[in-house]
DNA sequence: GCGCGCACTGAGAGCGCTCCTAGTCCATAC
DNA sequence: GTATGGACTAGGAGCGCTCTCAGTGCGCGC
C-alpha cells in the first residue's frame, strides 16, 4: 500500500499496514497462540491487501528448518521408471509431506558423479531429512555420509547394513510370503519354486528366508532360481528352471513383474496355469492384472507404507528418535492359484 | 578449531582460523578477484580445517538466488513415466543444470491440487526458474500465473497460447517432418497417411501442418488419424485408417511411439513393412529400434533441447531477454522405408 | 484499592551470508 | 618527501524472518 517501489512485500510492510508488530504478523504466520482475535484479523486483512508471501529463506535462516526432503533414488533411471512401485511410493511420499506442509525434491543419484553430488546436496542443509528407497545394498553405501551429517534419513525397506542406525518402514516380507506359501500349500501344491529377488535387497533375501523356513525339509536349492525383479529377469529365471529338468507344481515369484515374465515362458511352454503350474507374486502392483489369468499375489500397502515413512521422518526431524515399522501385507487372490 | 560446539562452522570461523576477515573468505567462496594468494591459501586451508560448508539459506537471502529451478511437469504421472523422451529431457536439463551449479527440483502437477501447490512452490521464491516441459495446451494454464510472478520460464516445445511471451526451445518440427515426408516421396510414395499428435501440442500441429503443405494438392483429410502419442493410440489410429479403406503406401506417424503400434497392427493385418507400406515416425526414440524392422524416424536431438533450454533460463535469470531456439533435426534411416 | 496473573504485544537480537565502502599498504612517479 | 593509484582487506549494513523477553493493560479476588 506505501512505498514499496516494485519491492516484494515483507512482513514489517504488513505489520505497518496492520497497524501491529512483526511480531504480531509472524504469530499469525505460524499459527501461535497469544494473538487477539482483532489483530489476527487486521494481519490477514492486510496479508491480503500486500498481496504478501513469506521468504522461505529468511524462514529457514531464522529457524534452520527447510521445509523440504530429499527423496533419493539410487536405482538406474530406467529401473525406476519401469518399476511402477518405485512410482507409486514417489506419489503417495508426495502427497503425505504435502500434508506436512513440506515438499519431497526428487534426487536421482545413480552415477558416481550424481551421487557426489546428491550427498554435497543433502547434507549441505538443503533438506531437513530424505526418504531413501533404494532397494540396493549398493545404493546404500552413502547412507554413511548422510548419517555422518546427521541428516534424519528414513528408509524403504530394510537398509542392509544400517539396520541398527537408521529408521525404516517395510511391509511384512515375511507374514507375507508364509502366508501366501501357506495358501499353496494349503491347496494341495508341494512341489515348490522360487524365483528370487535380488539378494542385495531385503524385499530379496526376506521373501527366499521365508520360502526356505516354511517348506523346511522340502526345501531344495535345485527350486530356486533368481532374478532382478524385472519381467524379463523372471522369464529368464523360469527359462532356466525348465531347463533344470526338476518338477514343481507352483511358482512363488519374488514380485509380480517376474511371475508374469515367468508366465510368458509357461504360456510359451504349453503349460497351463493355474492347472499344471500355480503362480504367486508380491506387490499386487499393475502387471497383476494384466496376466491372463490375473496374478493371485501378496499386496504391498504402499500408501501405508509411503505415510509410515513421512511420519517417522518428521518425527525424526523434530529429534524424536527414529522407529522402525512393519506393515502387514494382504492375500489378493486372483486365478493363478 | 575452537569454541563452536556442535555448532555448524560458519563463515566467521572460518575467518577466525584464517586470520582474515568474513569478508575475504566470501571473495574467496565466489572466486571474486582481488584477493591476495596467501590470503587465499589460508582461507583453502581453514574452510578444510573447520569442514566449513556453505549455508545455502544465508547466502539466498543475502543474494535472493536459490540456485535451484522447478522443473514442471503437468503430464499425468504415467504418461510421464512411460514416454522415454519425458525423461530423457530430465536427466540432461539435470546434468546441464548442475554444470552451472544448479539443482532440478522435478514438480508434478498432475492433478487440479498439485498444481494449486505447484504455482505456490514455484512463484514462492523456492526456484529462480523454471522449465515447463507440458506438451499440451491445458497443461499451460497456469503458466499465465507464473508468468505474472515474474519467474524466468523457459518451454520446452512451443508453447501453444504463450508463444510471445515465453522464451522457448523446441526441435525443427516443421523441418524435419518436411524432410521425412520428401523421403517417402523421392521413393516413390505417394499416398501418404498421417497419424497425428494431438493437436493441443506444437508438435502435434507443426508436424500435421507440414504434411499438409508438403503433399499439397494430395493432401486429403481421409488419410489422417489422430493419436496421443502413446503406442495404443497408434494402434487404434492405424485400425481405423483401415477400416476406412482408403488406399496408402505409407505411414507418416506423429512419434515412434505411434508409429510402433501402427506396425503392430499392419503386422497382424498381414500387410509388410516396409514392402507394402512405408513407416517413419518421429523423436528416434528407443522404441524405434525395437520394431521389426527398425524405424525410419526423425531424430529429437534431446540433449541438445536441454542444453539450450537450460542456457535461455539461466540467461533470463540474469535478467537477458528471453530467446526462442529451434534445434535442428536429422533423418536416422533404418529399415521402413 | 491493591496486587496478581492472564492475555496479548513490541522490539531487540540474532540466523549466516553478500555487498559496499572506507580504508590500509605499498610501489612508483614526480 | 609527498602525491597517486593499484591491490587488497575489514567490517558495517543489510537480506527477511523467528525467538525471546520485557512490557502493557485489564479483570478479578481479597
Known amino acids: 500500500m506505501t512505498k514499496l517501489r ?11 499496514e496492520a497497524g501491529v508488530s512483526r511480531g504480531t504478523v509472524s504469530r499469525v504466520l505460524n499459527g501461535s497462540h497469544w494473538v ?30 527447510t521445509g523440504s526432503v530429499g527423496f533419493l533414488l539410487t536405482e538406474s533411471y530406467e529401473r525406476f521408471f519401469s518399476d511402477p512401485n518405485f512410482l507409486h511410493i514417489l ?27 546428491a550427498t554435497e546436496y543433502l547434507t549441505g542443509g ?8 533404494s532397494a540396493h545394498r549398493d545404493g546404500q553405501e552413502f547412507m554413511a555420509a548422510l548419517l555422518e551429517a546427521r541428516l534424519p534419513v528414513i528408509s524403504a525397506g530394510i537398509p542392509l547394513g544400517f539396520e ?18 501357506e495358501l499353496l500349500l494349503a491347496r494341495g501344491r508341494t512341489r515348490i519354486a522360487h524365483i528370487a529377488g535380488p539378494q542385495d535387497t531385503s524385499g530379496g533375501t526376506g521373501r527366499l528366508a521365508a520360502f526356505r523356513t516354511v517348506l523346511g525339509d522340502d526345501f531344495s536349492d535345485e527350486r530356486v532360481v533368481y532374478g532382478d525383479y524385472s519381467r524379463e529377469s523372471g522369464a529368464r529365471a523360469m527359462r532356466e528352471l525348465l531347463a533344470r529338468e526338476v518338477s514343481f507344481d507352483a511358482i512363488f515369484a519374488g514380485n509380480d513383474l517376474m511371475a508374469a515374465g515367468a508366465m510368458d515362458v509357461l504360456e510359451e511352454a504349453g503349460i497351463q496355469v ?11 502392483a499393475p502387471a497383476a492384472c494384466e496376466t491372463v489369468p490375473q496374478l493371485t499375489t501378496v499386496r504391498q500397502p504402499f500408501d501405508r507404507v509411503s505415510e509410515e515413512m513421512v511420519r517417522l521422518l518428521v518425527d525424526e ?16 487372490e486372483r486365478g493363478t492359484v
Not at 521468504?55 to 529457524?63: G, I
Not at 538443503?126 to 528407497?133: N, P
Not at 541398527?164 to 506359501?181: H, N, P
Open 164 to 181: 541398527e542406525q537408521v529408521g525404516y518402514v517395510t511391509a511384512d516380507d515375511d507374514g507375507g510370503a508364509r502366508a501366501i506359501l
Open 317 to 332: 526431524i523434530n529429534g524424536r528418535p527414529a522407529g522402525r515399522v512393519v506393515i502387514p501385507t494382504e492375500i489378493v
Open 126 to 133: 538443503h533438506v531437513d531429512g530424505a526418504l531413501v528407497v
Open 6 to 16: 516494485g519491492r516484494r512485500p515483507t512482513i514489517d510492510d504488513v505489520a505497518t
Open 274 to 284: 493355474p492347472d499344471d503350474v500355480a503362480v504367486v507374486g508380491f506387490d499386487d
Open 36 to 65: 487477539s482475535e482483532t489483530a489476527r484479523i487486521q494481519v490477514e486483512k492486510a496479508i491480503k491487501s500486500t498481496g504478501y508471501r513469506i521468504n522461505p529463506h529468511a524462514r529457514s535462516l531464522a529457524t534452520s528448518r
Open 91 to 117: 506419489r503417495s511420499c508426495a502427497d503425505a509431506l504435502a500434508e506436512h506442509g513440506m515438499t519431497l525434491v526428487l534426487i536421482m543419484a545413480d552415477t558416481l558423479e550424481e551421487r557426489r553430488r
